[in-house]
């Protein structure tokens, strides 16, 4: 009859999990600033350093219908060589891409979204 020796037991059962928990918050804080600095500085560092030789062009798309497409399509812009930023668009149907006129063309871009299965309207330069 020595009810005693329990709460000793809980207090760092109790304890474990709540330091676990700030350590995978923690861990994910990290990752997403990571992300979150990575992205920006992408962004803001290209157009200074070759915005003479980088072109835009808009693409109007048809047959997304979910974000992953859209994520899809913008992974293939992204990967295409001579591609130096792409943003898709589902709610407008359409793709910006900026590149570097020398290494790929609007054409071959509307091309790569095709064989993706998605239809490529004509590109507007600049927009
Ligand atoms: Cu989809």
Redesign the pocket.
């Known amino acids: 009859m020595n009810p005693t020796s329990p709460p000793i037991d809980r207090a760092p059962r109790a304890r474990a999990p709540r330091r676990a928990r700030p350590l995978l918050l923690g861990a994910f804080a990290v990752l997403g600033a990571l992300a979150a600095a990575c992205t920006p500085r992408a962004a803001a560092g290209q157009p200074s350093a070759s915005s003479a030789a980088a072109s835009a062009v808009t693409i109007p798309i048809e047959g997304?219908?979910?974000?992953?497409?859209a994520a899809?399509i913008t992974g293939m812009l992204r990967g295409t060589a001579g591609v130096v930023g792409a943003t898709v668009s589902l709610e407008h149907r359409s793709a910006r891409v900026e590149y570097q006129a020398g290494r790929v063309t609007p054409a071959a871009l509307v091309a790569a979204i095709n064989a993706l299965g998605y239809r490529a309207g004509a590109p507007v330069p600049g927009a």
Do not use: P, V, Y
Request: contains cysteine.
């Open positions: 997304m219908s979910c974000a992953a497409c899809r």
